[in-house]
Structures are given as C-alpha cells and as structure tokens.
DNA sequence: TTGTAAGCGTTATCAC
DNA sequence: GTGATAACGCTTACAA
C-alpha cells in the first residue's frame, strides 16, 4: 500500500498534522522537526493522496475539456494548447469526445464525471444558441467556439466575422472578384460557418461586389473529402470563379486536391485562402494561406478565466466575453493577379 | 452544495446505507423504500461524489495517456482511439504531453498526478530501453511504441519489420529497385526507426538488391518539413532513386511535396509509401500508400490490458507483449512501373 | 511551534 | 431487508 500521512508522522516522532504543514509549507516549523519529517518523507518515498485531498478540499487539480474529435486537426491543436495552458499552472486535463452529438453534448454537462473535476471547458457543435439556458450549470463552465453566445457561463470566441472579411478583401486586392465560398451550412444564423460567411459578404459588398449565390456551396462536414467533393460539384456547374475560400484550412486542401486533380492551377488560375491555420497548411503544396484566428490564445484564456472562476468564492461576477485577436498568414495559395490566358479562365459564364 | 447521500437519506426517511445500496445496485430492497430512495434522488437530483467514491474505493475511474504531443496526428488519432475504447467501459482519460522529453517523461511516471488516476498508457519517446527498470512503478502501467520493449510492464505495440518490409515489397512489385528511405535515425537499435529500416533491408535482401546506405536519409524529426527538407537533399546529391519509403506519413507526405516541387512526378517516376495510415493519408494528391499499423486495435488492446491490470488482485501476472495486425494500403502514390522515358529517370547515377 | 480531533462523502462490516 | 458505525487520507479549527 502507499504510505500516507500517518506512515510519515510515525517514522518522524511528529503529530500527523505537523507532516501536513511541512507538505503544504507552512512556515512556523522548527528546522530540525523539519528536516526531520523531509527526511522520513524521502525514506518512505510518500506521496500525497490527491483523492483525499481533493475530497478534503473540494478541489481536484483537474479540469475537463470537452470537444467533437481530437481527430480533427483544430481540436488535436486546441487541446495540444490547453493542456499546456493547465500544465503551466499545475492542473491536469481530462477530455471528453462528443462527436459532435448533441444528445451526447448534454449527457456529458450532467455527468457525474463532471464530480471529479474542478471544471470544463467546453467547445459545442451539437448544441446551440437556443439550448443557451441548459447551460446553467452548478459548476464552473468556459464555452469555446460559435454556436452559443448567451449562455450563463464564460465564453472564448474568435473574430469570426472580421478574420473572414479580412480574408477576403485580401482575395480582391489580389484581383478575383468571382469568389467561392466552400462549407456554408443551411439555415445557419450562428455557428462558424454563418458569421464567416457574413464577413464574407461584407468584404464583397464594401468592394461594391455581388455576391453570387451559385458561389456559396454548402457542405455539412468540414473534412479534406468534403472540400474536394464540393468543388468538384462547384466545377462541374461550369459557374466562373477565379478564388477558394474554404470556411477552414481543412476544406481548402481537400479544395487544393480538387482543383489540382481538375488541372485547376492553384493560385495561377484560381486563389485558394482557408481558416484556422493548422499545422499542416503550412506545408500544403502550394502552402495555405490562411486565417490564424487565435487559438493559442483561446486556450491560454479558456484556462485563466476557468481557474478564476473555481478560485472565485463568494458572489459570481457576470459571464465574461472574450474574443481572439486574429491574422492573415499569407502563403503561395493565395496568389498574384489571376492569369488570364489560361484556358480555364475564359471559360463563358453561365446564362 | 451539492447534494450528499445523507441528504437523500433523510427525505426518504430511510438510512444512507440503504440509498448507498439503491445506488450500487444492491438486489434485496424492498420494492417500496426502492422506489421511495429513486424519488428522492430524482428529486434533489443527486449524484454520488466520485472523488469519495474514490478515496473510499481507492479507484478513480480514471486513467492517464501520456504522448509526446497532440499537434502529431499520429497521436491525436491515438488519443482518439484511447478515449473512445475508455469510454465503451465507462472510464475516462487524462491527458499528458511530454514533448518526448525524457526528463519529463521520468517526471510524468512518478508524479504525484498518478495518483488520481488508477493507471497509465505510456507512449514514450524520450526514454529507450535502456531505461527500462525505470518503469517499475506501483500502479497499473501499460507501454506503447517502439522504445522500450524491457519494461516491467505490459507492451502494445506494432509489427514494425514486418510491416515496413510489406511495404518495400510492394515498392519492389511495382518495378523499383533504388528505394530511397527517409527519417532514419543515427544509431539507433530499437525506435520505430530503427526496426523499420530492418524490415526495409529485409525485403531488399530477399530480393537480392544491395542496401545503398546513399538512399537511406536521416531526419530526428518526423514532421512534414522534415520530409520535404530530407527529399530536397537527395534530390541536391544527385543519386538516382525511384521510390521513397516515409518512415511515417507526415515524412510521406512532405516528401510528396517536394518532389511535386521539384517537377518530379508522384508517381510516375518516384513512388512514395507512407507508415500509419492517418486520416489526411487518403486525401493528399496524390493520396499516399501506406501501412495501417493496427492504431485503433493497439488503444483498445491497451485499454483492456490496463483495466485488467486495475481489477487485479494478489499476485500479478507476468508482464504481457501484445503485436496488433498490420496491412498495407494502396492508394495513388504507389504507382504501377517507373515510366523511363521521363528526364528525372534517366539522369546518370553518380561516380 | 506542535498536537488533537472533526469531518469531507463514500462503501463495508456487522448487527438487528 | 435495513441501520449504525467505522474507515479511506487528508486539511483545518482549536488547543496546548
């Protein structure tokens, strides 16, 4: 069995609660007790019992993150963030996968796993703005992302709408004006895909642009396949467009894929811009250029305003709103002015 | 606060032994004061604090994954799969990064963190089997990968030789005699490495090729610029090659893009096969060949060791060796014969 | 400066 | 069938 308090106190000639001080650093103990107990510590090689501490304290050292997948590059590299965000402060990350279900979304609020952490940080997909109020949990409660803003907890979001207007106005100052825009979702008011989208709109309106819905293609999932699957049905319209904007890095490669397999150059004959700035865009061929909307930053803040809140006693303060700074990281995807000459760019528009 | 048994005890009017009972599923209740316990819960919504369960039952429910880090898919994928296998039996993982450092990972082993969890699945980087003895710890610990293969403790790993030489014979079935290998390391004897570079030599010699110590590349990294950083270098040496070996995808993948960059066709003249099969595998351009080494078996396999370990009483048994199935997976990169009509196929082998 | 004892919320032992 | 009661290992008033 491991050794414990008593086991230390023992071996020490000392009171269990003297064991305890020199732990926890108490400061009025006499040096030659202390030594004492330290060296008896050694000698057994005792460990506190953080179970019993946690029950003792009401506090565990741990805090939950929940996201859809880990398999998705953007929630490996959020997660990758916030443990490292936890570690740096001394407390221990324990994930949850939701699929992106949001049966199981709820299901996990309410668990009573939630008992053996001090808090969550949690990124929805499942849920959203109008499930707000079940949100009202008795614990302490960061929500990431863009699908619910009001509801009674912290939120860490991005500048969703600023970042894709800045991505786009950087398309027109590359000279394309027939824009696409890849991984719309129906019917959306919030969630990253609609507020990206809006920016989208607003780049092209400030330019005294049209927005074209034959450009706006939809895509429920945002994987490599998807991007590729969408443009290809985007080719196959025979609609002009001269530009990519893949709602996240991971459609714009599978959009890459598509245009490249098609013999679409990219960015000769048509620029390609995502969003999120994964790893791996940046050794795409051509390399992505991309948006990097802060998500180091996200997960440094989720942490802070996390461990704010479990340290808070006494009456809570208002939920908080943070946003992101974010960055346009121009790579070769995006291109110079679209070339002209090429037999895909003199295709007619259609009727 | 939260509710405790006691209160439901009291509202039920009956004893906290009793709910305890109701709650664990204990049979002989009476229907009624069954039914009356439920009520009561249902009505002060309580749920048992696993944190007391914990330190009563000196079992957390909880086990800890610790990898070098999430940014690499290949782990990202893994701790997918770990999470995933923990939660089909009702466990939940905590997370920890090493960054493959050994001091961390000798930390990490020995932390007071262990304590909250019941076990460990170790995928270490850092340390080698030389450091094997390290591993006898006092709780329940499983090894993954190629380090260390010593350890006292139970080992999930991968069929590394005989899945590279798959690899290479299929690269030898498609007509290429000068396979090019890149991400080897510098002395290393275990190390995925290592025994990949066995299985590679393997295969040659079967076949009755020398092994040209000029096409086997070194890279310490496995990331993608590696692949292409390691490609572009023995493109610069001049020595011909008409296939390229990724120790891992990512190296695959960056070598893809470096050979594209280079006007080299893939794979027309160069074949390329990766290690791992990641998720992005099948949809880079082309999409990369390579060996699904039974990820997805190895977590669940070492979940499974690891609770069986949890549940054991009295003495133990003999630590456990566990090799998951592999199989090779033909996408576009592997190509059907060199064509040797292409320039880069009929520059001159060096002096 | 150090010791005693209560209690965090469970589960387990044993009476009744 | 059900109820007291004693741990599990720790922190913390409160004493000394």
């Not at 719309?184 to 092209?204: F, K, N, P």
């Amino acid at each position: 069995m491991a050794t414990t308090l008593h086991d230390v106190a023992v071996l020490a000639k000392v009171s269990i609660k003297t064991v305890s001080n020199v732990v926890n650093g108490y400061p009025y103990i006499k040096d030659s007790t202390k030594t004492r107990v330290l060296e008896a510590i050694a000698a057994l090689g005792y460990q506190p019992n953080l179970t019993a501490r946690g029950l003792r304290l009401g506090r565990t050292g741990v805090i939950g993150l929940a996201v859809p997948e880990l398999r998705l590059s953007y929630f490996a590299e959020l997660a990758d963030a916030v443990i490292r965000a936890a570690d740096r402060r001394g407390i221990s990350v324990q994930i949850e996968q939701t699929n992106g279900d949001r049966d199981r979304e709820l299901d996990l609020v309410t668990s009573p796993r939630r008992q053996l952490t001090d808090g969550l940080i949690f990124s929805p997909l499942g849920l959203g703005n109008e499930d707000a109020a079940l949100l009202a949990v008795g614990y302490p409660l960061v929500v990431l992302g863009e699908r619910i803003f009001d509801a009674p907890a912290d939120h860490v979001t991005m500048r969703n709408v600023e970042a894709a207007a800045a991505a786009t106005r950087r398309l027109l100052a590359a000279g394309r004006t027939r824009i696409a825009v890849i991984g719309a979702h129906e019917g959306e008011v919030y969630g990253s895909a609609a507020l990206r989208i809006r920016g989208y709109r607003e780049a092209l309106q400030e330019a005294g642009l049209p927005v074209d819905p034959a450009l706006i293609r939809h895509s429920d999932m945002w994987h490599r396949a998807n991007g590729a699957t969408t443009v290809r049905g985007l080719l196959e319209t025979g609609v002009p467009f001269d530009a990519v904007f893949g709602l996240n890095d991971t459609l714009a490669l599978g959009a890459i894929r598509a245009l490249q397999a098609a013999g679409v150059r990219v960015p000769e004959d048509v620029s390609v811009v995502g969003f999120d700035n994964l790893d791996e865009s940046e050794y795409s061929h051509p390399s992505l250029s991309t948006i990097d909307a802060g998500r180091d930053e996200i997960a440094d803040t989720a942490v802070r305003l996390l461990l704010e809140r479990i340290a808070e006693t006494g009456p809570k303060a208002p939920p908080r709103r943070v946003e992101a700074d974010f960055r346009l990281i121009e790579r070769e995807s995006i291109g110079a002015a679209a070339d002209a000459d090429h037999p895909f760019n003199r295709q007619d528009p259609p009727a």
